[in-house]
């Protein structure tokens, strides 16, 4: 069984920072790939940032530079430190995991089968 929690939502001003944070507990042993997605409104969801087993991390072209995801293995966290936000990153936030799979973008959703229940980010001009 994997669960995720997050927490550090909330509302911020556009050009601000906010920390979000995600608390996994997995026993299975399969996860391979933790990161964090994000769906606005009427849109798909999308991959921000992820980072594999092996610490490899991948990041959304939007927020690099902006974002970034950090993973403390001893404390079973995953954090994703938001700096310079924009109005266009409002949205849910989802802290994700999965196992390891050959091919395509480590961004894809569907690639991650434990989700948490998300945390709402709200940016505001």
């Known amino acids: 069984q994997v669960q995720l929690v997050e927490s550090g939502g909330g509302s911020v001003q556009s050009g601000g920072s906010l920390r979000l944070s995600c608390v996994i507990t997995?026993?299975?042993?399969?996860?391979?790939?933790v990161g964090w997605f994000r769906q606005a409104p009427g849109k798909e969801r999308e991959g921000v940032a992820v980072?594999?087993?092996?610490?490899?991390?991948t990041y959304e072209e939007s927020v690099k530079g902006r974002f970034t995801i950090s993973q403390d293995k001893a404390k079973n966290t995953v954090d994703l430190q938001m700096d310079s936000v924009k109005d266009e990153d409002t949205a849910m936030y989802y802290c994700?995991?999965?196992?390891?799979?050959?091919?395509?973008?480590?961004?894809?959703?569907?690639?991650?089968?434990?989700w948490g229940r998300g945390t709402q980010v709200t940016v505001s001009s």
């Open positions: 994700a995991a999965g196992p390891y799979t050959f091919g395509g973008s480590p961004l894809a959703a569907r690639r991650y089968n434990f």
């Open positions: 997995d026993s299975t042993n399969t996860i391979y790939y």
């Open positions: 980072i594999g087993e092996n610490g490899r991390i």
